[in-house]
């Protein structure tokens, strides 16, 4: 899962930039799916992707990349795992509506399959949510649940990257044998421009991408980490310490961390 966090962050400033950094003669064949390994290997094609780069690929690595951090702190602490579970699994829910447009425009006969992985997705988010209502029930059983809903949920996001992985394979052993990189046409795909996520303009997706990045990758980490306050002073009347005063950064937060008083 790290490795497919890397990779996919290393495709992050290319998405960014895509149409915007004067690269015309890379751009003009349309947006691809390994669009990293055409920027570092000269010639190196790719295939076509049908959605546009901000409002769907940058927001839905966003999330995707999120889950797969947040389901490798759990295997690190398990502890973590009913802790983070609302925030977890609702990025799920959300995840699987937005690439919802994505598999229902594909035309490469994966239409059923990435559905299947839409609705999991979707299905896996909310009965996590109903076992985290439920978990106080039985504890034992409901550690039991998450662990496939967290693992269901990790492995589809980790899936699209196995799915990549034999095009690569294939694209240099071309290469070695006939000297020249598979070749996807010298056209963007057929339906780019024409899907539900081009309704919006590209600054949209930008934004939300950004927004979220900037929300759950930087504020909320500072949010929970815990902050000493040093130690509280003497009482007026010589009784000792009196309690710290309860505060938003003294009290347990609403994910869960006890900070330090």
Known sequence: MSIVMLWNLTKLPYYMSFNNDGDIAYNEH???LSINL???IKGYRSLKMRCPPCNFVLVHAALGLTILFMMILTLIHKEWRNKYCKPFFCF???????????????????AP???????????SGVWGLKTNL????????????????????????????????????????AHNQKGVWTDYGDEPHKLVGHTLYDTLPEKVGMTVFLGFCFAVWFVWPLYLIDIGEGKPDDDDDGNGAEDAETTPLTSTNIMGFRTMP
């Open 38 to 40: 055409g920027h570092w």
């Open 92 to 110: 799920a829910i959300l995840e699987g509506f937005h690439a919802l447009p994505a598999a229902l425009c594909n035309d490469a006969g994966l």
């Open 113 to 123: 399959l990435f559905l299947f992985a839409c609705v999991a997705l979707v299905g």
């Open 30 to 32: 349309g947006i691809e």
């Open 134 to 173: 439920e978990y106080a029930e039985n504890p034992t059983k409901a550690e039991k649940h998450q662990l496939i809903q967290y693992t269901t949920i990790a492995v589809i996001n980790s899936f699209a990257a196995f799915l990549e992985t034999p095009n690569i394979i294939k694209a240099f052993k």
